[in-house]
């Protein structure tokens, strides 16, 4: 266990499931609360798992990432059941392939939205709770290494757009609010096995060979193939760690 985090307080946006849940779960197993915020009707169901399984006080809670005042309300709840967030994890996120030229306006803007706007939003009530406090804290963004690479054969022009901005949103706001010791980092994973790579794949099964033969370890990620590393961006063993956009992809970008 992680001493240096037991009972301080994680917020995880797309915390039901997939990566959001599984850190969630890395970040309890070290003691600390952990609130969850989702779109998704089973966040509270989440939630209540993570606390009967590691002992711990879990929140689960719907909202859209995209509605800024809700996510801001969301926060305000939190602090109010557990005191200030230490920890962010933008986990929320959503993917939309398909040819570029037969995108639609609304395909566009909910990839953003979600992905980008979603992860100002957390970042910013995140922020304020901390320099109200005058708290130091790490928030972690769930980037892509889509942001980087343009990712083949499938085309997905918003998700690798919209992974490349929230890595330098990052960037930008780790310069911000280093003087109050908030430290923004980003990993960007390659291939995992989530249920949104499932669904991608249930609609394209094709795609598996092709990813896994660019990967040279020869295997998709499992989300808990990210969990050491958030566990090190949350500890105060990463304090002077900012602004990094952090690869974790199985050697996929390196050739």
């Given at each position: 266990?992680t001493?240096?985090l037991t009972?301080r307080?994680a917020?995880?946006?797309?915390?039901?499931?997939?990566?959001?849940?599984?850190?969630?779960?890395?970040l309890a197993?070290?003691g600390?609360?952990v609130?969850?915020?989702?779109?998704?009707d089973t966040?509270?169901?989440?939630?209540?798992?993570?606390?009967?399984e590691y002992g711990?006080?879990?929140?689960g809670?719907?909202i859209d990432v995209?509605?800024?005042d809700g996510v801001a309300?969301?926060?305000r709840?939190?602090?109010?059941?557990?005191g200030?967030?230490?920890v962010?994890?933008?986990?929320?996120g959503?993917e939309?392939?398909?040819d570029s030229?037969k995108v639609t306006?609304?395909?566009w803007?909910r990839?953003?939205?979600?992905?980008?706007?979603?992860?100002?939003f957390a970042?910013?009530?995140?922020?304020?709770?901390?320099?109200?406090a005058g708290?130091?804290?790490s928030?972690i963004?769930i980037?892509?290494?889509?942001?980087?690479?343009?990712?083949?054969?499938?085309?997905?022009?918003s998700?690798?757009?919209?992974?490349?901005?929230v890595?330098?949103?990052?960037?930008?706001l780790a310069v911000?609010?280093a003087?109050?010791?908030?430290?923004?980092?980003?990993?960007s994973p390659g291939y995992?096995?989530?249920?949104?790579?499932k669904?991608?794949?249930d609609?394209?099964p094709?795609?598996?060979?092709?990813?896994?033969a660019?990967?040279?370890?020869?295997r998709m990620?499992?989300p808990?193939?990210l969990a050491?590393?958030?566990?090190?961006?949350?500890s105060?063993?990463?304090t002077y760690?900012?602004?990094?956009?952090?690869v974790i992809d199985g050697g996929y970008?390196a050739?």
């Amino acid at each position: 266990m992680t001493s240096n985090l037991t009972s301080r307080t994680a917020v995880l946006t797309g915390g039901a499931r997939g990566i959001g849940l599984t850190l969630a779960r890395t970040l309890a197993a070290d003691g600390m609360n952990v609130a969850l915020l989702d779109l998704l009707d089973t966040v509270e169901e989440s939630a209540k798992a993570i606390a009967d399984e590691y002992g711990v006080a879990t929140h689960g809670q719907k909202i859209d990432v995209t509605d800024q005042d809700g996510v801001a309300d969301a926060f305000r709840a939190v602090r109010q059941t557990f005191g200030v967030p230490s920890v962010l994890v933008t986990a929320a996120g959503i993917e939309i392939n398909g040819d570029s030229v037969k995108v639609t306006a609304e395909q566009w803007r909910r990839v953003i939205d979600v992905n980008l706007t979603g992860t100002f939003f957390a970042a910013q009530a995140f922020a304020n709770g901390l320099l109200t406090a005058g708290m130091p804290g790490s928030a972690i963004f769930i980037a892509s290494m889509s942001g980087s690479i343009v990712n083949v054969p499938q085309w997905a022009a918003s998700y690798n757009a919209s992974k490349a901005a929230v890595a330098h949103l990052g960037r930008s706001l780790a310069v911000e609010w280093a003087p109050a010791g908030i430290r923004v980092n980003s990993i960007s994973p390659g291939y995992v096995l989530t249920d949104l790579t499932k669904a991608i794949l249930d609609r394209e099964p094709e795609l598996h060979d092709d990813w896994v033969a660019r990967i040279p370890q020869g295997r998709m990620a499992k989300p808990e193939d990210l969990a050491g590393l958030v566990r090190f961006l949350a500890s105060d063993a990463s304090t002077y760690l900012t602004a990094q956009d952090i690869v974790i992809d199985g050697g996929y970008t390196a050739i």
